[in-house]
């Protein structure tokens, strides 16, 4: 049986910062724009090639994953305890710890990436808006307004986002190769 996933509010997981290791499973461009100090950067989508970084780090202190939202905070630390590695995830995520005032640290990063819930309002509202322009002189245009307001409702219901993950595969926000070595070598070093 896999371990269960327990949740931190921001303030619990501020008195125990000092005892937790912390992992930022947003984009690199996300995590560059502020995070938890001392949070080390694992995207999502790169979250299984470091599961033997992570069991390490895991046998060391207690983990605590962290997103904008809490939302891919929460997947991660399911697929965690599905490998057997006990997580918790920070309620509210970063939002909620930068609301209640605590402190964040952010990269000095030449790439600027947007956080990726506005990169899915850019992405989602201007193919809206091609379907309802080009709608105009092609009928059928206007489809394409109806499946991307349909996969919102879908992507609500579910508290999923494909937009989000397919724009996670986007090379700006991809984290450099020596960036996610050097994070997985200071979590099991």
Known sequence: ????????????????????????????????????????????????????????????????????????????????????????????????????????QRTADTRTPWDMDRQVRLAAGSLVLTGLIAGHRWNAARRLSAGVAGGLVFSALTNTCGMAKILAKLPHNQPRATDLDDTLAALTG
């Open 1 to 104: 049986m896999a371990p269960t996933t327990t949740a931190l509010t921001a303030d619990q997981a501020n008195a125990r910062l000092h005892e937790l290791t912390v992992i930022d499973v947003r984009t690199p461009g996300e995590y560059a724009s502020g995070h938890l100090p001392g949070a080390h950067n694992i995207p999502l989508d790169h979250l299984d090639a470091a599961l033997p970084a992570l069991k390490t780090a895991a046998g060391r202190s207690d983990l605590l994953v962290v997103c904008a939202s809490g939302s891919r905070s929460v997947t991660a630390c399911r697929r965690l305890a599905d490998h057997g590695i006990i997580a918790a995830t920070l309620t509210g995520g970063t939002t909620a710890w930068t609301q209640l005032g605590h402190d964040t």
